[in-house]
């Protein structure tokens, strides 16, 4: 088999980390019977000081009639607004209908403070709730009044509930065939519904209707209230599974999470679709160390597994997880971030020489 996947490093270290993405993918071991073939995509606010557009139309098409799967940097937004700009990525996700964010949070040993590890996935929407700017200021006699949208709509809240159970039954595969016991696959609904009870009602009864025929095999439901979550999340991490959150707790929610284990420049995401998939590493294009050879590319690495995982490779995914992991506990090659001293590239070659 042969994957077609466009890279758009974007902005900043976007174009430090996405070349490690593509040798990582390259070093995977023939027997997978898998290779690759590349296609270089422009995206960010360079192309659009250069271009006037942030995400090329040729970037849209070539990613919907060529590529299999892709891996996005990182873009840098302009501080205020800007006449023309808008996000590139957000318009991705859009065009591309990739509905779900989805963003693993894992320790390694040596990477976060907890005694217990954490091992959960944060599945967050990525259509609609306050995200569909539809937003209006107006003045009255007390001076101005801005207001937004909520949406929260059935089609889309049970769709990213049934995306939240396929994945708690996958991690339970693989724990299973790994000989790992202990955690059971579990999906917990976030919301807010006793202060939203239509909007967030609206997805905690449609996440609950999705959920149910998961449980007959064998993944519980539970749910929280997002504020309570955020506390229950920060001092018994290793208690979640799959989260599946609206998209607003779902953005808080996942970079809050990235802060349990150690540094932003290790989680990675995923924004998904109907076989389609989007590796993004969780941070953003650091311009106060752009070009000095230090970004983590971890981040990104793990994204590439991520969208193998989610194009049926898993087997080539795990190989990735697996370099990373021990990269981590033996923590001879980290970079700053991590408190080590170690280059990109030099981290990078220590990852393939794992593999
Ligand atoms: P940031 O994630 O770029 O950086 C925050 C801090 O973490 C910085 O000190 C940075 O050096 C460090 N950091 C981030 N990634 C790292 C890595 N891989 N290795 C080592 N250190 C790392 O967030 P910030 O500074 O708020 O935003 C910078 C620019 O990035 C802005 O223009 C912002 O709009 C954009 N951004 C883009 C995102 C995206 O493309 N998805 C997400 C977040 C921010
Ligand atoms: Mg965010």
Redesign the pocket.
């Known amino acids: 088999r042969t994957l077609r996947i466009g890279l758009i490093p974007?902005?900043?270290?976007?174009r430090e980390?996405i070349p490690a993405g593509r040798r990582i993918l390259e070093a995977l071991p023939k027997s997978l019977g898998l290779t690759f073939s590349f296609v270089d995509l422009e995206a960010g606010?360079e192309t659009f000081q250069k271009t006037g557009v942030a995400l090329p139309e040729k970037t849209v098409d070539t990613l919907k009639q060529e590529c299999d799967g892709a891996l996005?940097?990182?873009?840098?937004?302009p501080?205020t607004p800007t006449k023309g700009y808008s996000?590139p990525?957000v318009a991705l996700r859009k065009r591309l209908d990739l509905y779900a964010n989805v963003r693993p949070v894992k320790s390694v040993k040596n990477t976060t403070m907890f005694p217990d590890p954490i091992d959960l996935v944060i599945v967050r929407e990525n259509t609609e709730d306050l995200y569909v700017k539809e937003e209006k200021t107006y003045d009255t006699e007390n001076g101005k009044v801005a207001e937004a949208i909520k949406r929260i709509s059935e089609r889309a809240s049970s769709r990213i509930a049934t995306m939240a159970g396929d994945i708690a039954l996958r991690r339970q595969r693989v724990r299973d065939s790994t000989g790992q016991t202990g955690k059971s696959a579990n999906v917990t609904i976030t919301h807010k519904s006793n202060v939203l009870s239509q909007t967030d009602g609206l997805f905690r009864s449609t996440a609950r209707e999705a959920l149910a025929h998961f449980q007959s095999q064998g993944v519980t439901v539970d749910e929280q209230i997002v504020d309570s979550m955020v506390y229950k999340l920060f001092r018994q991490p290793e208690t979640y599974d799959v989260i599946v959150a609206p998209n607003l707790y779902g953005d808080i929610l996942s970079d809050g999470a990235a802060a349990l284990v150690g540094?932003?420049?290790l989680v990675p995401s995923a924004n998904v679709g109907e076989g389609f998939a989007i590796g993004?590493?969780?941070?953003?294009?650091?311009?106060?160390?752009q070009g000095m050879n230090?970004?983590?590319?971890i981040?990104?690495l793990r994204s590439v597994a991520l969208m193998l995982e989610f194009l049926n490779e898993e087997k080539a995914a795990a190989i990735i997880y697996k370099a990373v992991d021990a990269n981590l506990e033996e923590g001879k090659f980290l970079?700053?971030?991590m408190g080590g001293q170690a280059k990109t590239t030099e981290v990078v070659e220590d990852i393939l020489r794992r593999m």
């Open positions: 974007g902005d900043g270290i976007g980390v606010f996005f940097g990182a873009v840098s937004s501080s996000s990525i540094s932003l420049g993004e590493p969780c941070h953003g294009s650091a311009p106060d160390i230090i970004s983590n590319p981040a990104t970079s700053p971030d």
